[in-house]
């Protein structure tokens, strides 16, 4: 099963349901994709650390990760954006974790206080590719 980080973000979705969360699931072909965006502060300050994210109220956080019909995560591309309401760009650059079998992708966002923004990330592995799409309003702490 999952560990580290993920089970703190995982937990921390399963716990603190508001709107400062978004946790969702998307099917892309045969992948299942688990996806969500909350703010950088839910972690605590020893697991920004070892994995080298800047704890901040205006830092936003993504968590990705593919799985197959079996339900194991899969090692895949991953590149993608977020777009501001007001058209401001910005490329996400995607960490990928691993821990023990589980492999998901982090990545991090510079946010304004209640900014929409809309992320559109391609996922490809050699089998398939499709894209992950979906809105969230980030809000500091």
Known sequence: MFKGILTSLLLSVGLLLSAQLH??????????????????TFLTPEVARANRIERSRYNGLLNIAVLDPSGRTLQVNMSGEGKS??????????????????????AQYPFRNEENVL???DIKSPEQGGELSFRHTFYAD
């Open 23 to 40: 946790a969702a699931e998307q099917k892309i072909g045969d992948w299942t994709v688990h996806y969500n965006a909350l703010p950088s």
């Open 85 to 106: 309401l007001i058209g401001t760009i910005r490329k996400l650059e995607f960490q990928t974790i691993r821990e023990g079998d589980a492999v998901y992708y982090l």
């Open 119 to 121: 992320f559109t990330i």
